[in-house]
């Protein structure tokens, strides 16, 4: 089988996205490599598709829990053996995981950083034919990068634990050319293929807002979107509270999620999001890394991040399927005040780092909190100065953000050009006349998802159901020409949706 013959059969696209046939041919060859690719860029596919053309298992080292089990669902719905070890397993469960890896029942194996200094995993993964170490949300091993986890820097030691040395892959969606430097250097890459590509996701709405009162805002911006699903960011637990407490009391389907939650609290509320049982999830940014939820439609910080880097990855987590989204920023003042704060008081670092080490991080802190003022005060082109923070050129308007709209508004002529021409063409996907087929693929798929356990989206995004309403397969062969429809996935749902389509059409042909 080669590349293109997996991919499709896998992952139900025909072509490769921008970067992913460059990384995928590298590791293929043998080469290390690092992606630097948005959220929502198809970063899990680079490493996904070698793994199942390569002998040998491949073990991804991934920082939290969620993203781990939502990836091995997805795997298995595509017919791909996959397995997660970490702390949510018993004793037991992690013991019979670890026995059946040993008999070669899994492809990949996704592993928290934690357990690769675990006696037991060690001795398993020092016998296993580990074709590659993929390393998810790579920034995480740089002091210098806004997430900084010591637990990554045991990942070297791990790899050079192993009787061969594998193929070394990371990937994350932001790095300076710094944090890229210690990357390369503390997984002990070896002349690694590097490819970064756009960070434009031009189906994401940027805009800020200055509001007086930032709760009747939120309530504003989110009585239009009952159905939904949406994640309202805040920067204190204190205020993860008061902002959920008065929205659940306002009639609102939302849950919260910080790291002051009991570990099972955050793990139910995580669940219930996942499975759209509640619409709207309030969090601190201890929610979201890695988070696979291809339907979240907006991202409404309810104050201003630290950092462009945080506020990129976490608006991010919008519209990862394509679909046109909403990423909200709800600025004041006192917003800067509070953070200028967090960076001084950040007990974080003190145990890890020296004091002049120490004292340069803080440094560099505060200038990414002066950009990111910037951005929440800038006039011009919110996407252009993103695109350009990231060393990126970028138009003087993507005519695609409030900044831009409010030009455009403002030039009266043009007033109706509030969308870029790819906007305009992704919003028209799903032809009006065809909403009331969506809403029944959407029926069905919900069906499958409860009878299954799984999250609605592992199943089909709501790209590939709005292709299905633009295709309108009747038959299996027409059914594989859906994006995102491989053979697997074929063979568990076509027969359902395909029905659902030829119901449709008979009522209403």
Known sequence: MDKY????????????????????????????????????????????????????????????????????D???????????????????????????????AYKIIYVAPERLAVPEFMAFASKADAAMVTVDEAHCISQWGQDF??????????????????????????????????IIRLLGMKDPVSVTTSFDRPNLYFEVRKPRDKYAELTS?????????????????????????????????????????????????QADFIYDRCRVMVATNAFGMGIDKSNVSYVIHYNMPKDIESYYQEAGRAGRDGSPADCILLYSGSDVMLNKWLIENSKEMSEELTEAERISVEKKNKERLRQMTFYSTTKDCLRRFMLRYFDETAPYSCHNCGNCR????????????????????????????????????????????????????????????????????????????????????????????????????????
């Open 74 to 104: 997805s795997l298995r719905q595509i017919g791909v053996p996959a397995a997660y070890i970490n702390s949510s397993l018993t004793p037991w469960q992690q013991t019979e995981a670890l026995r059946r890896a040993s008999l070669g």
């Open 149 to 182: 986890r010591p637990s990554y820097l045991k990942i070297a030691d791990f790899i050079s634990a192993l009787p061969k040395r594998p193929i070394v892959s990371a990937f994350t969606a932001t790095a300076t050319s710094e944090v890229k430097s210690d």
């Open 5 to 72: 013959e997996a991919l499709k059969r896998y992952f139900g696209h025909k072509t490769f996205r921008d970067g992913q046939e460059k990384l995928v041919d590298s590791i293929l060859s043998g080469r290390d490599v690092l992606g630097i690719m948005p959220t929502g860029a198809g970063k899990s596919v680079c490493y996904q598709l070698p793994c199942i053309l390569m002998n040998g298992i491949t073990f991804v080292i991934s920082p939290l829990i969620s993203l781990m089990k939502d990836q091995v």
């Open 221 to 269: 911006i989110l009585s239009h979107r009952c159905t939904e699903s949406g994640i309202v960011y805040c920067s204190t637990r204190k205020l993860v509270e008061e902002v959920c407490e008065r929205l659940c009391a306002d009639g609102y389907s939302a849950s919260r999620y910080h790291a002051g939650l009991s570990p099972q609290e955050r793990a139910n509320n």
């Open 406 to 509: 409010a030009h455009t508004v403002t030039a009266g002529a043009a007033a109706k050009n509030y969308f870029a021409p790819e906007k305009a063409k992704e919003v028209s996907a799903a032809k009006p006349e065809d909403t009331a087929l969506l809403a029944e693929l959407k029926k069905v798929r919900n069906r499958i998802a409860k009878e299954r356990g799984i999250p609605a989206y592992v199943i089909f995004t709501d790209a590939t159901l709005s292709d299905m309403c633009e295709k309108m397969p009747l038959t299996d062969d027409e059914f594989l020409q859906v994006s995102g429809v491989g053979a697997a996935k074929l063979k568990r749902y076509g027969a359902r949706f395909l029905k659902a389509i030829k119901d449709y059409q008979e009522s209403n042909f």
